[in-house]
């Protein structure tokens, strides 16, 4: 059975950091693209914002570049994202997306967890 299982969601003050993991089970993730999603309340969707490619490249949207890092931990089966710098308008639920694939309409994917909330506020 596959699943992803996101953790390290909470509250934190803008200019703060959070770490989020996103876990998998029934299948090897090495094998594959990543993708880390957000939705802010009241909006559409957001993402993938950052992207673990399977050959080891790495992609943001300009929205994190250079406060958020994606990386992986293959003996844990794992991605994480780190996340610095944070604003109020970073405040949602992330999610895990994987294996991630390039559809007609954007990336897409075929599993994702049921997520963690992030706020940020002061």
């Known amino acids: 059975q596959v699943e992803l299982v996101e953790s390290g969601g909470g509250l934190v003050q803008p200019g703060g950091s959070l770490r989020l993991s996103c876990v998998a089970s029934?299948?090897?993730?090495?094998?594959?693209?990543i993708g880390w999603f957000r939705q802010a309340p009241g909006k559409e969707p957001e993402g993938p914002f950052a992207?673990?490619?399977?050959?080891?490249?790495?992609t943001y949207a300009d929205s994190v570049k250079g406060r958020f890092s994606i990386s992986r931990d293959m003996a844990k089966n794992a991605i994480y994202l780190q996340m610095d710098s944070l604003k109020s308008e970073d405040t949602g639920i992330y999610y895990c997306?994987?294996?991630?694939?390039?559809?007609?309409?954007?990336?897409?994917?075929?599993?994702r967890g049921q997520g963690t909330q992030v706020t940020v506020s002061s």
């Open positions: 029934g299948f090897s993730l090495d094998l594959y693209s």
């Open positions: 992207i673990s490619s399977s050959d080891g490249t790495t």
């Open positions: 997306g994987a294996p991630l694939w390039a559809g007609p309409h954007g990336y897409e994917h075929d599993y």
